[in-house]
């Protein structure tokens, strides 16, 4: 294999268990142990491999973390990437990592890795890197005694301040930053709710299909999950008020329903705020990714539509930014910021400040807002790419949904396929999927994968990976 600037690569084996960027780390890796690539020889940049493989820059820029985390090459700016000067072939393969099996099918809901379609990640190749190091130095280097003890457990107090400014100029939502507390993530969030408000028992409507760490979560603290249906104009009220008129919650994703991407409609938003002021209910609206609609403007939060108190609102950084930062942000009515404090400083332990800072900077610089435009137009095009290149390929055995945003296709299976047999073989074959079916609670609804599009960058990319998907339908 040749791997040097000058040279083409050699493309990568579609069929290998080995994901795509494991491939890519382990060529160069074996290149510089058997010496064909030397001490200071330099490599082809991570946007010439993209090009020349067809895949998200994101891919080849995570071999490349991995090969200088490891000591093989050196970034070196606009000179370019190098082998790292003194690597000697017999130090190279003294210090190669130990190869790890590829990971099954994880019992997180949400792997530890990056896999071609993986839900959940934004587009890792455009995040503003150069931005965040800047902001990342200056707050260290500011840094002063009393931003070294331990965080406050509501949140940086900046940071707040911030969310609430950007929630009422981009969402809606009149609040304060004393009403916004900052998480560790949704599930972090939900629990923190359930301490303030639940109790044992309680009976909690929960979308289906929906969220499955949800459920999941409610089950642990023992309440009740009420699945209640959902169709083209989201939850079906009518149905929740049939099935537990009395519940004590109701977990709704209004925005884009996770996972089908409708949106809730007027009518049963107006519904649902109704039940929840004669009920003394609450309502949770999960907006994680409201920011990301392609046919109109985002639409206005269900909390904006609040009179009563009764809409606890749960935002994240995870879909905007990056699910590393492990910061989630919840907004309270007005009347329980005193409960949510004390049930605080008794289970919450603080978030990284330094993390928060950075944050902190990032949006109000303005950068925040800036890359959730720039997303929102990449996302567009890698979407219509994404489903073009798999619909050239799969049309014969799948429809893809239309969807007005979110960050993940839905490909309907035509036939009596089984999603979830579909899913097993592209985890076999280092492709990541998730089962429609997985979704549900009781009796099964058709059979769909949902694939995330943002890492994909190209439709080359997609009927590549389409291909591979073809094999195991």
């Not at 600037?5 to 084996?13: E, Q």
């Not at 331990?150 to 930053?177: E, K, N």
């Not at 137009?377 to 429809?399: D, M, N, P, Q």
């Not at 999927?433 to 099964?444: C, H, I």
Request: glycine fraction near 8%; aromatic fraction near 8%.
């Amino acid at each position: 294999m040749n791997v040097t600037r000058n040279s083409r690569m050699s493309p990568l084996d579609p069929t290998a268990a080995e994901p795509f960027y494991r491939q890519i780390y382990d060529r160069f890796r074996s290149a510089i142990a058997n010496g064909l690539l030397k001490p200071g020889d330099r490599i082809p940049s991570a946007r010439a491999l993209t090009k020349e493989l067809g895949l998200a820059r994101g891919t080849i820029e995570t071999a490349y973390s991995l090969l200088a985390a490891e000591g093989y090459i050196q970034a070196r700016g606009q000179a370019g990437t190098i082998v790292t000067p003194g690597l000697t072939p017999q130090i190279a393969k003294a210090s190669a990592a130990p190869r790890t099996e590829r990971v099954a099918v994880a019992s997180d809901f949400r792997p530890d890795s990056i896999l071609p379609f993986q839900m959940g990640l934004p587009a890792l190749d455009a995040f503003p890197r150069k931005i965040w190091a800047r902001l990342g130095a200056r707050c260290m280097r500011s840094m002063q005694p009393s931003d070294m003890v331990h965080p406050s457990v509501f949140g940086l107090y900046g940071l707040r301040a911030a969310i609430a400014t950007y929630l009422q100029v981009s969402r809606g939502i009149d609040c304060s930053a004393s009403q916004v507390f900052v998480t560790s993530g949704y599930r972090h969030t939900l629990e923190l709710i359930a301490h303030a408000l639940f109790k044992p028992g309680d009976r909690v409507w929960i979308e289906n299909p929906g969220y499955p760490p949800t459920r999941d979560l409610l089950g642990l603290m023992h309440m009740t999950s009420v699945p209640v249906p959902v169709d083209a104009d989201g939850m079906i009220v009518s149905e929740g008020l049939k099935l537990a008129p009395r519940a004590r919650a109701a977990v709704v994703t209004p925005g884009h329903q996770s996972p089908l991407c409708v949106s809730l409609s007027l009518p049963r938003r107006l519904a649902l705020l109704d039940w929840a002021a004669r009920n003394q209910g609450w309502i949770i609206e999960d907006d994680y990714d409201g920011e990301y609609r392609y046919v109109s403007r985002p639409l206005p939060a269900l909390k904006s539509l609040d009179r009563d108190g009764r809409v606890l609102y749960a935002g994240t950084f995870s879909k905007v930014l990056l699910p590393a930062l492990r910061l989630a942000y919840l907004v309270v009515p007005q009347e329980q910021v005193q409960r949510f404090e004390d049930v605080s400083r008794t289970f919450v332990g603080g978030s990284p400040q330094l993390t928060q800072a950075i944050v902190t900077a990032f949006i109000t610089e303005g950068h925040f807002a800036r890359h959730i435009q720039r997303m929102r137009k990449l996302y567009a095009e890698r979407r219509e790419a994404t489903a073009a290149g798999l619909e050239s390929v799969l049309h014969k055995h799948i429809r893809i949904d239309p969807q007005p945003g979110g960050m993940h296709l839905i490909l309907r299976l035509k036939g009596r396929r089984s999603d979830r047999r579909l899913v097993a073989r592209m985890w076999d074959e280092g492709l990541y999927a998730e089962a429609l079916t997985d979704w549900m609670v009781g009796s099964s609804g058709a059979s769909a994968l949902l694939l995330n599009f943002t890492n994909i960058s190209t439709q080359r990319g997609a009927e590549t990976l389409g291909n591979r998907i073809l094999k195991l339908v």
